[in-house]
Antibody, heavy 118, light 107 residues
Framework: QVLLVQSGAEVKKPGASLKVSCKAS????????MHWVRQAPGERLEWMGW????????KYSAKFQGRVTITSDTSTSTTYMELSSLRSEDTAVYFC???????????WGQGTVVTVSA | DIQLTQSPSFLSASVGDRVTITCRAS??????LAWYQQKPGKPPKLVIY???TLESGVPSRFSGGGSGTEYTLTISGLQPEDFATYYC?????????FGGGTKVEIK
């Protein structure tokens, strides 16, 4: 079965950078793009961007452009999301989710809790 | 960006009730509209995609409808496990966007 396992919780100081991983199994990794979505406390889900592991293509939300980098490593079936210049508003749970085209996000990682605090 | 507005934001209902949640879009997502159920501390779970298609394994008491800029999620006969927060999502245009959520609580 499809399984997405994310790295553990992080505590960061303002101005630092963050790197969260998402290891996929149970399917051919290069066949599906991987999205990253975050959810700040009490807020709606927010799409950040995706990477196509087959060719490394990426697409980012304009809100995060310049601060986010999403990459993939086909040798380990792992996707990474890096977010720089962290601020308190980046405190959130970060999720990876496998692309299924326009038919919704059917598989999600368990979420990584990120706290940004001085 | 396509803005999605859900109503109500909070709904109190009893087991067995029929409830309907509405998602209004600032521009039509061409029926590329999905609904998710989320429980505390868990990732969202896909319930409906393409506006009205039930995701595999989801009980048939869930149904989706609508077109254009207005879509609905209906739960016919609420069960205890259905008490959760529901979000709509449009997958037609980047950036992909989500609604603000509807929390369904036990009356």
């Amino acid at each position: 079965q499809v399984l997405l396992v994310q790295s553990g919780a992080e505590v960061k100081k303002p101005g630092a950078s963050l790197k969260v991983s998402c290891k996929a199994s149970g399917y051919s990794f290069s066949r599906n793009a991987m999205h990253w979505v975050r959810q700040a406390p009490g807020e709606r889900l927010e799409w950040m961007g995706w990477v196509n592991p087959a060719n490394g293509d990426t697409k980012y939300s304009a809100k995060f452009q310049g601060r986010v980098t999403i990459t993939s490593d086909t040798s380990t079936s792992t996707t990474y999301m890096e977010l720089s210049s962290l601020r308190s508003e980046d405190t959130a749970v970060y999720f990876c989710s496998r692309d299924r085209g326009p038919t919704g996000f059917s598989h999600w990682g368990q979420g990584t809790v990120v706290t940004v605090s001085a | 960006d396509i803005q999605l507005t859900q109503s109500p934001s909070f709904l109190s209902a009893s087991v067995g009730d029929r409830v309907t949640i509405t998602c209004r879009a600032s521009q039509g997502p061409s029926n590329y509209l999905a609904w998710y159920q989320q429980k505390p501390g868990k990732p969202p779970k896909l319930v409906i995609y393409a506006a009205s298609t039930l995701e595999s394994g989801v009980p048939s008491r869930f149904s989706g409808g609508g077109s254009g800029t207005e879509y609905t999620l209906t739960i016919s006969g609420l069960q205890p496990e259905d008490f959760a927060t529901y979000y709509c999502q449009q997958l037609n245009t980047y950036p992909l966007t989500f609604g603000g959520g509807t929390k369904v609580e036990i009356k």
